[in-house]
């Protein structure tokens, strides 16, 4: 395992309209600072690639850039593997290291090349180590959701965290589990009953993306049962919310459900219950409505209810 120190990584450096050349005889933690000291300012990138950086500079940053060879990219991708991280997350590792080689290589030094990634790139496939990621469809039974509410609910005290609050609230109003740990009391409009989530993924903003979001009366419920009412609603870390979920389900016997898969399930209700895709996408925070049809999981019994129902309201 190489040096896993990362001071130098300037994060914070003023925008520049020079940029300084990096040596022909860089290491690749010397290119990671450099990519990040004039490149961060212009691009505005957050918290989830400036993690791969670091990851990139443990692992890689004692190499010769110029000499990076398919085997340290391999190396790395199967470090990040035995960490955990899945074929579509190391892809994006190295989608980052190729991009700071290509920008040294624009700024002078012609030495530096990404042939090693793109090569290694090819034999992870092949190992299938990397890859494109796949549509989740798995949505959780009406009896996976009452015995996963029922084991947290018996296992509560004082300090434990209130995984089964924060699964309804999940369902309630289809958030992230890092927004729904984020939001503050502060963020709730109580005259129209909306909470103002900051920082929402999008594919184009990293930072600063602000979402106005409706408290349905569901979830409007879990929040008034909260204790207390100053700071965020949720104190608590995510991985560790993730944690005690996977390890229910582990105890439980549920394969493959996320908490994640939380959020299809809120959505899918939503359409079930007769919303249009225009009004989910309010909830949701998708700017293209197109991808919100991965979320449409929806049953057909459900489909020849909805449309009972729509029949029997006209008369």
């Not at 129209?192 to 999008?202: A, C």
């Not at 979001?213 to 419920?221: G, N």
């Amino acid at each position: 395992m190489r040096d896993k120190s990362v001071s130098g990584l300037n994060v914070s450096s003023p925008l520049t309209f020079s940029i300084d050349p990096i040596p022909e005889d860089a290491s690749v933690a010397d290119v990671l600072r450099w990519y990040t000291r004039f490149f961060r300012p212009i691009e505005g990138w957050g918290r989830t690639k400036q993690s791969i950086l670091t990851k990139l500079n443990a692992e890689l940053g004692n190499v010769a850039a110029n000499g990076l060879s398919e085997a340290d990219v391999i190396r790395y991708a199967m470090w990040r593997r035995s960490e955990g991280a899945g074929r579509v997350t190391i892809s994006m590792d190295l989608s980052v290291l190729a991009s700071a080689l290509k920008m040294a290589r624009y700024f002078g030094c012609r030495s530096f090349s990404t042939e090693a990634v793109v090569e290694a790139r090819q034999a992870l496939t092949c190992l299938k180590v990397i890859g494109q990621s796949r549509q989740r469809a798995r949505r959780p039974s009406a009896t996976e959701l009452r015995v996963l509410l029922d084991y947290f609910q018996e296992r509560r005290h004082p300090r434990a965290i209130p995984v089964h609050t924060l699964i309804e609230f999940a369902l309630a109003t289809g958030m992230r589990l890092g927004e729904i740990v984020r939001i503050q009391w502060d963020d709730v409009d109580y005259p129209n009953r909306t909470v103002l989530i900051r920082d929402r993924k999008h594919p184009r903003l990293k930072e600063g993306n602000l979402g106005v979001v409706p408290l349905l009366p569901d979830a409007w419920s879990l929040l008034q049962e909260r204790p207390d009412k100053t700071g965020r609603i949720f104190p608590y870390n995510s991985h560790s919310v993730s944690r005690a979920f996977w390890e229910a389900c582990n105890d439980l016997g549920i394969a493959d459900l996320r908490f994640h898969d939380l959020r299809h399930e809120a959505f899918t209700r939503l359409f079930e219950r007769g919303l249009g895709i225009q009004e989910v996408a309010v909830i949701s925070g998708h700017k293209d409505w197109r991808s919100l049809k991965r979320y449409t999981h929806i049953q057909p019994s459900a489909v020849l209810l909805a449309y009972e129902a729509l029949v029997s309201d006209r008369g």
